[in-house]
């Protein structure tokens, strides 16, 4: 019982610590729709809910219309020769992936000429090779979210250690390029993870917005969210594994342009460098605290 009663405390503080991400039960696992087959959890992560969107099938026209930019791409500061001391730097990270739908988010990002971070699960690559090579090749941040997806919070170092090596050594095999940061699934850090993360040379990446796309696939809502947290130095918590999303990508990316906002990797927010074991998360947000 003791096991169970730390659980749920841990998970509470993770919902009230992060905002994003809580969960009722383990994910040791990658049950996508294994799962399914027992219990719905009240929360969950992204990576275990199902998109409810049907697939269209050959002969069902698409439901979803490709929405008209509000603001010309060819207008948005090239990324790669941003200062984000001066410039409104902003990072959209992208989670849970690879999946089905790698295509169609890369094919979003090239259209409004945007770098994103990816934080891929490493069980998942060997299935959608072509698209983390792509994501490499288009000069995206292709980092680490762990092999399996599981708890870090409850794992021995050898663990985190084995999750964050499996899925770096494919990251490097696919995009020729090690990453340099993990983010832990759910956001679960503590000491033994960063220390861990340390010793493999791997800065960890939290977020300070989170617009719940996991939970609510509705892309305005989304977007709404995103737009209205917006900070210079924002990092933002979304999954690349839903067509709400998408949709919200079309909506706020544009957007956030015509305010201003240059689409940046993690790695360009601190030009200084990032720390290996050290937590980023906050620099745009002050108020914003640090996981136990
Ligand atoms: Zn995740």
């Known amino acids: ?21 809580a969960l009722t039960q383990p994910a040791e696992t990658e049950p996508a729709l294994a799962q399914q087959t027992t219990t719905t959890p009240t929360y969950s992560p992204a990576i275990m809910l199902p998109d409810p969107t049907p697939t269209p099938t050959a002969t069902t026209p698409t439901t979803t219309p490709t929405p008209t930019p509000t603001v010309t791409p060819t207008t948005v500061e090239v990324a790669a020769d941003v200062d984000c001391t001066v410039a409104k730097c902003i990072a959209l990270t992208i989670d849970d992936g690879p999946s089905e739908r790698s295509g169609k988010v890369l094919d979003t990002l090239k259209k409004y000429n945007v770098k994103a971070t990816f934080f891929l699960v490493g069980n998942r690559i060997g299935n959608y090779t072509a698209a983390v090579k792509r994501m490499g090749a288009e000069g995206h941040s292709v980092q680490n979210h762990s092999y399996s997806h599981p708890e870090f919070w409850y794992m021995s170092s050898a663990q985190i250690k084995s999750q964050l090596t499996k899925t770096s050594k494919l990251i490097k095999k696919y995009t020729g390029t090690a990453p340099t940061m993990y983010r832990p699934p759910y956001g679960e850090s503590n000491k033994t993870v960063r220390k861990v993360g340390k010793n493999l040379g791997l800065a960890q990446v939290l ?19 995103v737009i209205k947290n917006a900070k210079p130095g924002s990092i933002i918590l979304t999954h690349g594994l839903y067509s709400s999303t998408i949709k919200a990508y079309k909506k706020f990316i544009p957007e956030l342009q015509a305010k201003g906002y240059v689409f940046v990797t993690v790695d360009q927010l601190f030009p200084k460098g990032m720390k290996a074991g050290t937590n980023y998360a906050c620099q745009a947000a002050p108020k914003c605290r640090e996981p136990a």
Do not use: E, F, N, Q
């Not at 019982?1 to 991400?21: D, P, Y």
């Not at 977020?207 to 969210?225: C, E, H, L, Q």
């Open 1 to 21: 019982m003791k096991v169970w009663r730390a659980r749920i405390i841990a998970g509470v503080s993770a919902l009230a610590l992060l905002g994003g991400c």
């Open 207 to 225: 977020w300070d917005i989170d617009p719940k796309d996991w939970k609510d696939r509705d892309a305005d809502t989304v977007a709404k969210r």
